[in-house]
C-alpha cells in the first residue's frame, strides 16, 4: 500500500480510504479529487461470479454491482476497520456483454462488431467495512462510435498497440480512443469505471468529506 502525499482541506475521514484495484483510471481519479486512499489487489475469480450471474440471467448491469461488491468485501477482510472501495465495469452492446480483448486481433472484432452503434458502460462501486457493504450503485453511460472502415481501424490499432487490450472495448477515451466515437452521454468518472459522484455524496453522508 502508499499512501496518497497530498492534502485535501475537505477531508475529515480518520483514515485514507481503501481502493481494491490496481487500475491507473480509477486511481487517478481519486487523485483528481484529491481524496487520500491506498491501493491493494484483490483476488476474486470474475469470470466465475460472472457466469454464475449469467445463468441467472442477470443483465450486465447487475453483473458489474455483483463484481464490486465481491471486490469491497475482499479487500475489507484483508483491511479491517477500513471503508473499501470495490469497483467494475461492464460493456454491453444491447444484452451482448464485452470483455477486455485477449490480443489485437480480438480488440479488432470488438471494434468492428461496436463499429456504427450504441453501447452502453456500466460502472458499478460498492463500498464495504469489515465485510459489510455500507453502499453501492450503478451508473450508465452511453456511447455511440463512428463507422470504422478498414483504414481508420488499421490506423487506430497501429497507432494504439497493446494499450487497446488493458481496457473493455479495446480503446481508452481518455486517449486515443476519442477518435473513435461521435458522441457520449454520461458522466466522465462513469466512463473511467469509477462513478465519482456517488462515492463523494456517500462520503459526507457519513461526516468523511465537508
Same mark, same amino acid.
Given at each position: 500500500?502508499?499512501?496518497?502525499?497530498?492534502h485535501?482541506?475537505?477531508?475529515r475521514?480518520?483514515a485514507p480510504?481503501v481502493?481494491?484495484s490496481?487500475?491507473?483510471?480509477r486511481?487517478?481519479l481519486?487523485e483528481a479529487?484529491?481524496?487520500?486512499?491506498?491501493?491493494?489487489?484483490v483476488? @476474486?475469480d470474475e469470470?466465475?461470479l460472472?457466469?454464475?450471474?449469467?445463468a441467472k440471467?442477470?443483465?450486465?448491469?447487475a453483473?458489474?454491482?455483483?463484481?464490486?461488491?465481491?471486490k469491497?468485501?475482499?479487500g475489507?477482510a484483508?483491511?479491517?476497520?477500513?471503508?473499501?472501495?470495490g469497483?467494475?465495469?461492464?460493456?454491453a452492446l444491447d444484452?451482448?456483454?464485452?470483455?477486455?480483448p485477449?490480443?489485437?486481433?480480438?480488440a479488432?472484432?470488438?471494434?468492428?462488431r461496436l463499429s456504427?452503434g450504441?453501447?452502453a458502460?456500466?460502472?458499478a462501486i460498492?463500498?464495504?467495512a469489515?465485510?459489510?457493504?455500507?453502499?453501492?450503485?450503478v451508473?450508465?453511460a452511453?456511447?455511440s462510435?463512428?463507422?470504422?472502415? @478498414?483504414?481508420a481501424l488499421?490506423a487506430y490499432?497501429a497507432?494504439?498497440?497493446?494499450?487497446v487490450?488493458a481496457? @473493455?472495448?479495446g480503446?481508452?477515451?481518455?486517449g486515443?480512443g476519442i477518435?473513435?466515437f461521435?458522441r457520449?452521454?454520461?458522466?466522465?468518472?462513469?466512463?473511467?469505471g469509477?462513478?465519482?459522484?456517488p462515492?463523494l455524496s456517500?462520503?459526507?453522508r457519513?461526516g468523511?468529506?465537508?
Amino acid at each position: 500500500m502508499a499512501d496518497t502525499p497530498f492534502h485535501n482541506p475537505l477531508w475529515r475521514g480518520n483514515a485514507p480510504l481503501v481502493l481494491a484495484s490496481k487500475s491507473a483510471a480509477r486511481r487517478g481519479l481519486l487523485e483528481a479529487a484529491r481524496l487520500p486512499f491506498e491501493a491493494i489487489s484483490v483476488e @476474486v475469480d470474475e469470470r466465475a461470479l460472472e457466469a454464475a450471474e449469467v445463468a441467472k440471467g442477470a443483465e450486465p448491469a447487475a453483473i458489474a454491482g455483483v463484481l464490486a461488491r465481491a471486490k469491497a468485501r475482499t479487500g475489507s477482510a484483508l483491511c479491517p476497520g477500513r471503508l473499501v472501495i470495490g469497483a467494475d465495469q461492464t460493456l454491453a452492446l444491447d444484452t451482448e456483454a464485452f470483455h477486455k480483448p485477449a490480443n489485437l486481433a480480438a480488440a479488432r472484432l470488438q471494434l468492428q462488431r461496436l463499429s456504427g452503434g450504441t453501447h452502453a458502460l456500466h460502472s458499478a462501486i460498492a463500498i464495504a467495512a469489515d465485510g459489510e457493504v455500507l453502499f453501492e450503485t450503478v451508473e450508465s453511460a452511453y456511447l455511440s462510435m463512428r463507422g470504422l472502415d @478498414v483504414p481508420a481501424l488499421d490506423a487506430y490499432l497501429a497507432a494504439a498497440g497493446e494499450t487497446v487490450l488493458a481496457s @473493455v472495448g479495446g480503446y481508452q477515451l481518455e486517449g486515443l480512443g476519442i477518435h473513435l466515437f461521435e458522441r457520449i452521454a454520461g458522466d466522465h468518472s462513469v466512463i473511467l469505471g469509477l462513478p465519482l459522484l456517488p462515492l463523494l455524496s456517500f462520503l459526507r453522508r457519513r461526516g468523511d468529506l465537508l
